[in-house]
């Protein structure tokens, strides 16, 4: 099972942008599709997180992000809004299958002006 991320970059302050994570490979059953962030100097962080139809957020994205999933496309996604220069962050997806958790490489979103 292989992750790939796309669609970080640079923003400014209160722009968006749309994470997406794709799976490829034995894909069968992915369970919990998540997102993680990581600043530079701070421990990685849960972001969101999805399993079923039930959604998890930390606090400081709550009304802010949304996390989705298209599993047809075997492709889940990370809206986010209103975005400040403290989203900073490498951001990696992860999904569990089987049990056996997977991450992908992580894309950049730097949001200065």
């Known amino acids: 099972v292989q992750l790939a991320e796309s669609g970080g970059g640079l923003v400014q302050p209160g722009g968006s942008l749309r994470l997406s994570c794709a799976a490829s490979g034995m894909i069968l059953s992915i369970s919990v599709m998540g997102w993680y962030r990581q600043a530079p100097g701070k421990q990685r962080e849960l972001v969101a997180s999805?399993?079923?139809?039930?959604?998890n957020y930390t606090d400081s994205v709550k009304g802010r992000f949304i996390i989705s999933r298209d599993n047809a496309k075997k492709t889940w996604y990370l809206q986010m809004n209103s975005l400040t220069p403290e989203d900073t962050a490498v951001y990696y997806c992860?999904?569990?299958?089987?049990?056996?958790?997977?991450w992908g490489q992580g894309t950049q979103v730097t949001v200065s002006s």
């Open positions: 999805i399993l079923g139809g039930a959604t």
């Open positions: 992860n999904g569990v299958q089987f049990g056996v958790l997977y």
